[in-house]
Every structure is written in structure tokens, then in C-alpha cells.
């Protein structure tokens, strides 16, 4: 049974950081590319950052390039999601999720990811 879990979400005020960590069983994670999505209420879920299978290629959204940064740890089955300079717009539900990638990595859009965490909720106070 396929696992990812994430942790590491909480308050933090506006400017500061955090570091999310999603950690995965039941996959041969070193086969998965990753990705981090965001859900704020009221509003659709949105792409953030992936990470390719063999963590060589990271992708983010405009919004978080520069802030934010995933990184994947192969040994420990875990990609992070490390949070500077956060704003109260990036208030939200974050998960992760990993895709099974046969052909092109479709990083962008959430339908294409096979497995999902419960999610972690990130507040920030401005």
C-alpha cells in the first residue's frame, strides 16, 4: 500500500521559513517523479515545484521560483519542500504527490500524479 505522508507545516509569520518533508512507502520511490501542489480556500489546487525521478530537474511555478525549493533525499524515501521569504498568499493545504512517469513527466498538472498525500497546512501571518 502506497504511503506518502507529509509533515512540517505550521504558523510561521510572514518572511519566514519552513521546511516540508513527504515521506513515502510502498513505491520504489527512486521510480516516481515528485511534485508539490497547494490548495488555498476557496480556490483550485495548484502546481508548485516537482522534482524528476532522478532528482536532476526541478520545476516551479512562478509564484515560489527563487523561495522555494524541493530536494529529495533517495536513501530516506523523502522529498522536501524548503519554504523562504513566505508570504500570507501562500497560505494553503500542501501536498505531495508521485507520478509514474512512462513517457514525458507531465509535472503541471495534478491529474497526471498517481499518489497523493493527506496534506499539511501551511499559514502564514502577515
Known amino acids: 500500500q502506497v504511503q506518502l505522508v507529509e509533515s512540517g507545516g505550521g504558523l510561521v509569520q510572514a518572511g519566514g521559513s519552513l521546511r516540508l518533508s513527504c515521506a513515502a512507502s510502498?513505491?520504489?520511490?527512486?521510480?516516481?517523479?515528485m511534485g508539490w501542489f497547494r490548495q488555498a480556500p476557496g480556490k483550485e489546487r495548484d502546481f508548485i515545484a516537482a522534482?524528476?525521478?532522478?532528482?536532476?530537474?526541478?520545476y516551479y511555478a512562478d509564484s515560489v521560483k527563487g523561495r522555494f525549493t524541493i530536494s529529495q533525499d533517495n536513501a530516506k524515501n523523502t522529498v522536501y519542500l524548503q519554504m523562504n521569504s513566505l508570504k500570507p498568499e501562500d497560505t494553503a493545504v500542501y501536498y505531495c504527490?508521485?507520478?509514474?512517469?512512462?513517457?514525458?513527466?507531465?509535472?503541471?498538472?495534478?491529474?497526471?500524479?498517481?499518489?497523493w498525500g493527506q496534506g499539511t497546512q501551511v499559514t502564514v501571518s502577515s
Open positions: 510502498g513505491l520504489t520511490f527512486s521510480s516516481y517523479a
Open positions: 504527490a508521485a507520478q509514474m512517469v512512462l513517457f514525458r513527466f507531465n509535472y503541471y498538472t495534478d491529474s497526471a500524479y498517481d499518489y
Open positions: 522534482i524528476s525521478w532522478s532528482g536532476g530537474r526541478t
